[in-house]
């Protein structure tokens, strides 16, 4: 599929607008769409809606062997899928511009930084560590994806808990939730990515592009910083000429908003953390809004099962008997296995009509054994009619073979014997 | 590398060099004769080779044409003898791509596309010896074989890597500087005008700092398009000896 | 004769649907069943590539995408039966050299996975509103090692029992569109099954019209 293209008047338009600072959602030039944190029903899963990109991050563990230059320290894994759900333009297993571009800034947010200990992610040291891997997938995409996917990927690991595992000399146990309760990964701190884009070469500045601003844009700074000021990744894109100043409002703006997030992920921490202890339902289920005109549940139903089992014998009665089975393999002569029936033996073997009309194009059975079918069936078709005329075509040289047998049309002798014409003319060619 | 001192008391790091002291830049224009353009740039111990085919008609995919500019197409690759491990995938993996969209992102900045609608231009850079920087080595090698094409360009694109060690900003980091958990900011700028093409910074890195950083490179960047612009004039004046003028 | 212990062990989990809950889609449906949630998002009739069109009917392709780890080869496989039922089901000739695409995204398993699908599938064609000769729905059914009948079973329950089975049915007339099973299981029971899901699946369809109706409640 492809994606619409972009009319030159939308973007003269979206230009002009934000030349006089108006942006299409009505929002001021520094300002968020509106964040909602939701999570799953497993530990490890967070939903993220960014005004209307929806991002779904998944956090999994499994023990593996480390790598050699670092032995006691576990792996980070992540992995940006742009699912074809989120935007036309997404193909299913490509690795396009903007998926390596995202994964490579959001590996360097995340893993560069240092957020996650690796070291208490260590088991045995050079045999297993835990690998946390990270799948975040894009299911609606209206702008902005690098924030939305960084917001899911730390609130995701805050959430995440691993299973607890005990060692006993070389043994090493993992032990189910059930028996033992999981432990919350150790994080450092939380590193949020801001995207500002340019326009005008430079001279117009906006944050947290929608989708229709990000195709008008000309370039994309992204500045990741955690609440402690510490900027943790920059990141400028596109082919943009920033000045010095530029890129020090920049960050100046980033702090102010990181810290905002800061505080919605924390709160969306909480009440998810209050929700699971008061043992309520909690996960996607229940954050479906009931109040929604586009949204409708329905509670445990029974089925009836009263007349099932006589439908069903009914039905089983019914049916026709099941085929008899082949017998298995049959030897018609020593060292020769055959099983099943295969296809009758057409040749020289019917006590039909066309037996003796065969006889006469054994000569050439090879070539003209499709033509032949094809002539049988024709033959076929007019065995029950009455005689036929013969066809108005000049070329055709009509030889009656079995003059004897009336109901054999001249039509089919002649077809017939075209055909042979046509295969004893293939056959000089061959030759 | 935990212990390992990058900066001293007496302000000195590993290598010998003062905190806004750079490697030693050695640089050779027009390596290749096939080649449109080609420049041979050594940054210390980091040796890369770049190399210019354009512009030229549209190859591959005539879908990707652009009606009013020039395609630039970069590719970025390491021999398999650059680091001290055998490298096993020299160019195709994440990083390198990564490293080949930042290289055609900084010279769709500077080249003047305008000139060439419909047209493509390759750079192909490759890092023979990797000690360090490779970013910053790769732009300024690719920067002179530019400039020996007869590309126009607006300016110089020059590139520093600057880490952030006690609290001093240390220019031109090598590949043990690097490691070392610092903070590293790579930038390329368009010295004349003071305009960043590329930005690009790792690490934890108050926000305070930011600032001094960023200066710190400029300086760099600056210091190194001088030595480019030397190295320009120099070729310039052998060729024409050569040519008779 | 095959024992069907009493209905209390035979219920649907409690499900809910969401429509249009994404704006690029055409059409978008989230189906939760029990704690088994799936979102499926439908781009069409759209621009086909040369190499996949029919010159006479629209190209169905259907991406089924995991929560962890690349697609393998259990996605393909569900794929096709998901992509075959709506085949069946979709009046794909009204849109020839077109592609039709349906995506399906597991948000959570646990059990009635394929079921699942189908159900958020049918959702999400509806609020496309691609032209459709019947509904469908998908019930899966699970066989306890001791003969009994359970459906819409969680992911517990599928482990323990002794063969699992899915039916694709349709609305008008209850007919299967689509059976994918697993373990062993006898003529009867899978008879007494196919009846079971028939059942259930009118409950489902209720459930579609009764969402629907409360839809479009505010226009009509």
């Given amino acids: 599929m492809k994606d619409t293209p972009l009319a030159n008047c939308e973007r003269d338009f979206l230009l002009k607008a934000i030349e006089e600072k108006k942006r299409l959602d009505g929002r001021q030039t520094y300002d968020y769409r509106k964040i909602k944190i939701t999570f799953g029903t497993d530990y490890g899963c967070c ?148 995207s500002f884009s340019f326009f005008q070469q430079g001279t117009y500045l906006l944050v947290d592009p929608c989708e229709r601003e990000e195709r008008v844009m000309d370039g994309l700074l992204m500045i990741a910083m955690n609440k402690h000021r510490e900027i943790c990744s920059i990141q400028s894109s596109g082919g943009i000429m920033l000045l010095k100043e530029q890129v020090m409002r920049c960050s100046k703006i980033a702090s102010v908003k990181v810290s905002e997030i800061t505080e919605l992920i924390t709160k969306a921490l909480e009440n998810d953390k209050k929700a699971r202890k008061a043992g309520g339902r909690f996960g996607f289920a229940e954050s479906m809004p009931q109040e929604r005109i586009t949204a409708l549940k329905k509670d445990e139903t029974p089925v009836e099962m009263t007349d099932v089992t006589e439908t069903a014998y009914d039905i089983v009665q019914k049916a026709e008997a099941p ?72 070329e055709e040289e009509v030889i009656i073979l079995q003059p004897e047998i009336p109901n054999r049309g001249p039509k089919n002798a002649g077809s017939s014997s075209d055909q042979k014409g046509a295969a004893k003319s293939k056959k000089r060619q061959t030759k | 590398m935990a212990g390992l001192e990058l900066l001293s008391d007496q302000g000195y790091r590993i290598d010998g060099r003062k905190a806004t002291e750079l490697r030693k830049v050695q640089a050779r224009m027009g390596v290749f004769a096939q080649a449109d353009g080609s420049a041979y740039l050594e ?11 354009g512009p030229h008609e549209m190859r591959g995919s005539r879908s990707r044409t652009l009606h009013d500019r020039a395609v630039i197409n970069c590719q970025y690759s390491m021999a398999t003898f650059s680091t001290a491990e055998r490298k096993r995938r020299p160019h195709g993996d994440r990083k390198s791509t990564e490293m080949s969209l930042h290289l055609k992102q900084t010279f769709e900045a500077a080249v003047m596309t305008q ?30 074989a530019v400039i020996d094409a007869g590309i126009p360009m607006r300016d110089y694109v020059c590139a520093c890597t600057v880490g952030f060690v006690d609290e001093t900003p240390l220019a031109d980091l090598c590949y043990a500087e ?11 700028l368009l010295p004349r005008g003071g305009q960043i093409a590329l930005l690009q910074m790792d690490a934890r890195l108050h926000q305070d700092h930011l600032e001094t950083l960023m200066e710190a490179a400029m300086t760099a960047c600056k210091g190194v398009s001088k030595v480019l612009d030397e190295v320009v004039r120099q070729h310039l004046q052998e060729v024409s000896v050569l040519t008779g003028e | 004769m095959m024992e069907v212990c009493g209905s209390s062990n035979v219920s649907l989990r409690e499900f809910g649907c969401e429509q249009s809950l994404l704006s690029r889609p055409d059409g978008s449906a989230s189906f939760i069943q029990g704690d088994t949630s799936v979102l ?12 996949k069109e029919i010159y006479d009917r629209a190209t ?136 079971v899901s028939q059942k259930a699946s009118e409950k489902i369809f209720q459930f579609y019209r009764d969402s629907v109706r409360r839809r479009y409640s505010k226009t009509l």
């Fill in chain 2, 115 to 144: 000139l060439y609608p419909r047209s493509q231009i390759d750079i192909y850079v490759k890092i023979l010896q990797s000690d360090g920087g490779n970013y910053s080595v790769c732009v300024n090698a690719a920067t002179l």
């Fill in chain 3, 60 to 195: 169905l392709e259907v991406l089924v995408q995991p929560k962890v780890g690349l697609p393998s080869v259990r996605e393909r496989s569900q794929e096709q039966c998901v992509r075959e039922t709506c085949e069946a089901s979709l009046l794909s000739s009204l849109h020839p050299r077109s592609s039709l695409t349906l995506i399906l995204q597991v948000l959570h398993d646990d059990g009635s996975l394929l079921s699942c699908f189908l159900n958020a599938a049918c959702m999400a064609l509806m609020d496309a509103g691609l032209p459709m000769s019947c509904l469908f729905c998908g019930v899966t059914c699970a066989i306890h090692a001791d003969g009994q009948i359970i459906t819409d079973p969680t992911a517990a329950q599928e482990k323990e029992s002794r063969a699992l089975m899915t039916f694709a049915i349709d609305s008008t007339e209850h007919k299967v569109l689509m059976s994918s099973t697993k373990g062993s299981f006898s003529v009867h029971e899978l008879q007494q099954c196919i009846a």
């Fill in chain 1, 47 to 194: 939903f993220v809606d960014l005004g209307k990109t929806r991002v779904m991050a998944q956090v999994s563990c499994e023990i593996v062997t480390p790598k050699e230059n670092r032995p006691n320290e576990g792996i980070m894994f992540f992995n940006i899928e742009l699912s074809p759900m989120a935007s036309p333009a997404f193909e299913q297993g490509r690795q396009s511009e903007l998926s390596v571009n995202l994964n490579r800034q959001l590996e360097r947010c995340l893993r560069n930084s240092k957020c996650i200990d690796t070291e208490s992610l260590c088991v045995v040291s050079g045999e297993k560590v835990w690998q946390i891997r990270v799948d975040i997938h894009m299911l609606n995409h209206d702008g902005n994806l690098m924030d939305a996917a960084s917001i899911a990927a730390i609130t995701a690991l805050y959430h995440f808990k691993r299973p607890d595992v005990g060692i006993q000399g070389e043994e090493v146990t993992v032990y189910p939730p059930e028996e033992r309760d999981p432990i919350p990964l150790s994080i450092y701190h939380m590193p949020i990515s801001v």
């Fill in chain 2, 43 to 53: 940054q210390g111990n980091t040796k890369a080779l770049a190399v210019v085919y």
């Fill in chain 2, 178 to 188: 690097e490691g070392g958990g610092v903070s590293s900011l790579a930038l390329a």
């Fill in chain 1, 323 to 394: 085929p008899q089975t082949v017998p298995s393999p049959v030897l018609p002569v020593p060292g020769m296995g055959q099983v099943g029936l295969g296809l009758q033996n057409s040749w020289g073997l019917e006590d039909d009509e066309e037996e003796e009309e065969e006889d006469d194009d054994s000569v050439e059975e090879q070539e003209e054994k499709v033509t032949k079918m094809e002539v049988e069936q024709h033959r076929k078709e007019q065995s029950s009619g009455d005689v036929v005329e013969i066809s108005d075509s000049e």
């Fill in chain 3, 40 to 51: 499926a998002g439908v781009y069409g009739p759209a621009e086909v590539k040369v190499s």
